[in-house]
């Protein structure tokens, strides 16, 4: 009997117009972290649902302890000891938190009704395992962050009592702290003989956790490393099939005179916020999670109700009651959401990148289809989404396309300042160059750029002048010349220029 408690052996899936899986292989063993890595795109996901029961492979063949195993939907799955989180959360948001963790196998008492008492107490026990021991079993799930959403994801695969755990981007919502204390737990239930597959397109994590990395590029399986054999570098090389050099490329500052204000804005989760905004800049909002960064930004664009005080651009004042309103002064937003709140899955690429200017390209009960093929092309191209045809669904792209139609399809409108809220989220080092590029040259098109991050790195080699964000207000300010790691969190974390 081999040591491998998952065996998945040339696996392949294929999709019309695209081979997404071709002879992949991954062995996981009892007590093992493993890590999946690889572009966006490459397979992991498909990989994933393979194992979840949501896709069957039309070839090749699984392994669950040495005993050859078909998995042919979830129940089958769940029944074979796996569990996996993705990264969209499954939650039932109107249940209590203890209703979620043992939705589907509730206590009962007399045979037929739930026992609350118990699954309340039970579900207690799993959460002081994460660290949620403050949080009432019976409040409801929609009322959580979504970083604590997460956490009660990992309590309901706790409470299954799995053999193999999938952990999907787990760590895209969470700050510091939360992302320690999941480590913590992936520790504890490694050392419980728990097999973990760790998907997560942040290096630092896949280094400090994993024992072992396999690597997926373009639907191929590339190879399977000891972590402590591997390096940065080396990883890289392998996900996107070149070096990457300098992964902030260096750009020109040409900044100039202020021509946007944002003066006292205030809403339930904004303080008396002011910001100003240059030619030429791109202007950086951080903070920790629930700092309000983007809440400013709904205040400001009329998402939320909020109050303000002057909005000036180009030297005039203007009103901003709805998201429509800014749309027409040429502010516009590209949400942390992507898949949720920027596009529209099961639409086409063409159909996502023209919606926000049909008025434009209708007229009477016709078309003009000449100007939206040029727009079309304008922007694809020089956005380089990858797709074969502008008819593809947007939800069938890589993530970092996605983001791309995205940009597409507010670049489309013209306009004088573009709001990118965490646009790198969730997409692969390669896409993130990519992205980073491309804002380089949305500026030099004269498009004023404000960047909302928490990822230090980015709004320290991108910025050129950064808000720190403290409690839903304006912490501190700092410059180009005066951007430091220590300067940064000092008024992230409430702190003041006196200290």
Same mark, same amino acid.
């Given at each position: 009997m081999s040591d491998y408690v998952l065996r998945m052996q040339?696996?392949?899936?294929?999709?019309?117009?695209v081979k997404a899986l071709d002879n992949i292989h991954l062995n996981l063993k009892k007590g093992e972290i493993h890590a999946l890595i690889g572009e966006n795109g490459a397979g992991k996901s498909t990989l994933i649902k393979v194992l979840a029961g949501i896709y069957r492979p039309d070839s090749g063949e699984i392994y669950i302890n040495d005993e050859k195993v078909v998995i042919d939907d979830v129940a089958s799955s769940k029944k074979l000891g796996i569990s996996i989180i993705h990264q969209e959360l499954s939650l039932a948001k109107n249940m209590t938190i203890a209703e979620n963790i043992f939705l589907g196998s509730y206590p009962l008492k007399k045979g037929f009704a739930v026992d609350d008492? #118990? %699954? &309340? +107490? +039970?579900?207690?026990?799993? *959460?002081?395992?994460? =660290? %949620? +021991? !403050?949080?009432? $079993?019976? #409040?409801?799930?929609?009322?959580?962050?979504?970083a604590q959403q997460q956490m009660v994801e990992i309590c309901r695969s706790l409470a299954g009592e799995n053999r193999i755990l999938v952990l999907d981007e787990p760590t895209t919502s969470l700050i510091a702290e939360e992302v320690e204390r999941l480590m913590e737990i992936m520790r504890t239930l490694k050392?419980? =003989?728990?097999?973990?597959i760790f998907v997560s397109h942040k290096l630092n994590e896949i280094f400090e956790i994993s024992d072992n990395i396999t690597v997926l590029r373009d639907g191929q399986y590339v190879a399977t490393e000891k972590t402590a054999e591997m390096t940065t570098d080396k990883l890289i090389s392998m996900m996107v099939g070149r070096e990457i050099q300098d992964i902030y490329p260096p750009h020109e500052t040409n900044i100039q005179e202020t021509f946007f204000e944002a003066n006292h804005i205030s809403s339930? #989760?904004? !303080?008396?916020?002011?910001? !100003?905004?240059?030619?030429g800049e791109i202007l950086g909002f951080y903070g920790l999670m629930g700092a309000g960064r983007s809440e400013i930004m709904r205040a400001l664009l009329g998402i939320d109700k909020a109050q303000k005080g002057d909005v000036i651009l180009d030297g005039r004042k203007i009103q901003i009651n709805s998201p429509k309103d800014a749309m027409k002064e040429g502010i516009v937003l590209a949400p942390e959401d992507r898949r949720h709140e920027g596009?529209?899955?099961?639409?086409?690429?063409?159909? &996502?990148?023209?919606? $926000?200017? *049909?008025?434009?390209?209708?007229?009477?009960?016709? %078309? @003009?289809?000449?100007k939206k093929d040029e727009i079309l092309d304008t922007y694809a191209k020089r956005l380089r989404i990858k797709t074969s045809s502008y008819d593809n669904k947007v939800g069938n792209l890589s993530g970092g @396309?996605?983001?791309?139609?995205? *940009?597409?399809?507010?670049?489309?409108? &013209? $306009?004088?300042?573009?709001?990118?809220?965490? $646009?790198?989220k969730g997409i692969d080092v390669g896409a993130k160059q990519e992205i980073y590029k491309l804002v380089y040259e949305i500026v030099n098109m004269g498009v004023g750029v404000i960047f909302i991050s928490s990822e230090m790195p980015e709004v320290i080699n991108?910025?050129?002048?950064?808000?720190?964000?403290? +409690?839903?207000?304006? @912490?501190?300010e700092i410059s180009r010349d005066e951007i430091s790691e220590t300067a940064i969190m000092k008024y992230t974390i409430g702190g003041n220029e006196n200290e």
């Open positions: 040339g696996i392949s899936k294929e999709f019309p117009g008492k #118990r %699954m &309340n +107490e +039970e579900a207690a026990k799993y *959460l002081a395992m994460i =660290g %949620m +021991e !403050h949080f009432p $079993p019976d #409040r409801k799930v929609a009322s959580l962050s979504i050392s419980k =003989g728990v097999a973990i339930d #989760r904004v !303080h008396d916020v002011s910001f !100003h905004l240059k030619k596009l529209i899955l099961k639409q086409t690429v063409d159909f &996502n990148i023209t919606l $926000p200017i *049909l008025g434009e390209l209708i007229k009477g009960i016709r %078309m @003009n289809r000449k @396309n996605q983001q791309k139609v995205v *940009l597409a399809k507010w670049m489309a409108t &013209n $306009p004088k300042i573009l709001i990118l809220d965490e $646009p790198t991108l910025c050129d002048r950064i808000y720190m964000v403290y +409690e839903g207000k304006i @912490n501190g």
